[in-house]
């Protein structure tokens, strides 16, 4: 570890003279001049090609020497100083089990019913410098408690680190197997959801992966509530690409009710963020005995005769095997000693759950930058992307009472109606947008008076309304239908506020304009007692006065409100609603 900071140190100290003096970054593709001063290939070639300096002789930016352009050499020396330097700086992030990476409880259950998200945690993570803005992928292994999920977890911190190094031992490169927690015996450590405090940086297309590891033993707890449990099942959903699900011996039908529940949530967390319910899934089943043939062939094998048998009474795990998301791996028994011990040391396995055990974490290692986390359109989600899902479905989730009565299929009716309520909202949001946008400009403003407007935004609100009344399912439907009604009333009245506003001040500015004479033809806009009658004329034609008279549609020119609010000069009174008659808002001195 002293080694390891003193290196890091030195290439600190070595930073001053790794500096391009023209971009202030770290060389990249480093050049020598004749006076032995270095810069970027493509800085002092800019340098040169600019404006002042191309009358010029080339010369060095900083001694002035006289320089050939054609005598740049690439510095070879500076160049493998650099990637040492890169490497180094990579290796350091790597260093998944160094003093600083430790598990974190990311969401933490306080007593049987209460459960917390931990901020800090969060933004540690997906805000971490290598992942907030990169990809990331978030391997979780769940699965009931006591089933090895930790000791997976320690091996595939081994595995990741093994990856970056390229080292062909990393198996046995440690002897005791340090990490997640876990005990010997009946005794459970890990609850709610945990995450290893560092991500494992790898490379896909010359691009940065932040590789997570994530403990979810939280949310398959007897100790637990229905409620929570449910819970803590969305957030490991919504937060994993790659899941790993963990059960002993084989799967059993208790298995596949736990998972079809797991993708029932699944399905509608899904939904409500545009994502894929499930994006990869390993079935991992250990301690398999009959027959002893192990792997994932083997594996594919068992999968197919388990569905032989459940026909179709889990139609969610029919589909994912269907859509190829769902690999199968057979693990034989360890040992004795790694069962009787709390170790797990490599030393300790039988011969072929070692060499199964290696081949099964190499192929999640390798495979993990396949697995970034992505919406359904395939847009790839960096670290602070998934950061505030998470933020946001904690606290939808924070929000609801569900109650002693709790199942996984009410969570599941929840979670529905939050996602037609989020779909409702959006149709209206888009909907005044639409309308605020089109009536920007003064011309396109005048053709639709307030009242009219009003009549538009409120028939729509109410169809909106009308249809997602038809669409909640859960038992708080006419409760979250009030609340729903409340939120787009206040949406509703703050359009109609601003639009109010801004078109009694664009009939202002019109007025004044035609009241000054700046108009060709004063009066020729508006037939009286009607408000912004259809206006064919471009706003640069009106502005200039030419071919009003000829192309404005509408009677009474010479008497609408142009000359009347023109003489107006400037005064702006805000209507009351209902209010149409422009006439109405000048004064009878000015008329």
Known sequence: MENKKTSIDTLELLKPDLTCSICLELFQDPVSLECGHNFCAQCITCHWDSGVARSQTPCCPECRRSCDKK??????????????????????????????????????????????LCLNVLN??????????????????????????????????????????????????????????????????????????????????????????????GAISLEQDKETNAKLVALSMLLSSHQIFNVSRLLKETDLEYLEMFL??????????????????????RDWFFPPIFGKEAGQTYMNK????????????????????????????????????????????????????????????????????????????????????????????????FGFSLSLDL???????MRMVEAARKELEDFVKEQDSSTKSMFASLKTVPSNMFKLISSKRNEI?????????????????????????????????????????????????VGGGILAVAGGIVGVGVAATVLTVEAAAVATGATVGATVVGSGIGAGIGAAVGKAKGKERVPKEGEENLFDYVDDDDE
């Not at 949530?265 to 991992?284: R, V």
């Not at 009308?466 to 939120?487: D, I, R, Y």
Request: hydrophobic letters at 35%; a neutral charge.
């Open 264 to 285: 029932h949530i699944a399905e509608e967390i899904g939904k409500c963020f545009n994502m894929a319910p499930i994006q990869h899934l390993d079935l991992l089943v």
């Open 124 to 217: 540690q993570c997906l805000n971490h410098p290598q992942a907030k803005n990169n990809p990331v992928c978030f391997i979780s292994v769940m699965g009931e408690q006591r089933t090895g999920k930790s000791f997976f977890l320690n091996y595939l911190i081994r595995g990741m680190r093994g990856l970056a190094s390229k080292d062909p031992q990393w198996m046995i490169r440690e002897r005791d197997l340090q990490g997640f927690q876990f005990a010997p015996g009946d005794k459970s450590i890990t609850k709610g959801i945990w995450i290893w405090s560092q991500p494992f940086i790898l490379e896909k297309n010359k691009k940065k992966v932040a590789v997570f590891l994530v403990d979810t033993e």
């Open 465 to 513: 309304l009308n249809g997602l009344k038809g669409t909640l399912k859960s038992p708080e439907k006419c409760q979250v239908m009030k609340n729903f009604e409340e939120e787009i009333q206040k949406i509703v009245k703050d359009f109609q506020d601003s639009y109010r506003k801004r078109f009694w001040g664009q009939c202002t500015a019109l007025g004044g304009l």
């Open 306 to 401: 388990v569905m032989q048998r459940i026909s179709d009474r889990y139609p969610r795990i029919q589909k994912i095997l269907d859509d190829k998301v769902v690999s199968c791996c057979l693990l034989p028994f360890p040992g004795k000693k790694v069962a009787s011990s709390c170790n797990g040391n490599p030393e300790d396995m039988d011969l072929d759950f070692y060499q199964h055990l290696r081949d099964f974490i190499t192929d999640v290692c390798n495979s993990a930058t396949q697995h970034v986390k992505r919406r359904s359109d395939g847009h790839i989600l960096t670290g602070e992307e998934l950061a505030e899902n998470i933020t946001k479905l904690f606290n939808l989730l924070k929000e609801q009472v």
């Open 71 to 116: 005598q740049l050499v690439p510095d070879t020396r500076l160049r493998g100083i650099l990637e040492n330097m890169d490497f180094l700086q990579q290796k350091e992030s790597y260093d998944g089990c160094s003093a600083e990476a430790k598990p974190l409880e990311l969401v933490q259950t306080n007593s049987n019913t209460d459960f917390s």
């Open 411 to 417: 969570l599941v009716t929840q979670l529905h109606d």
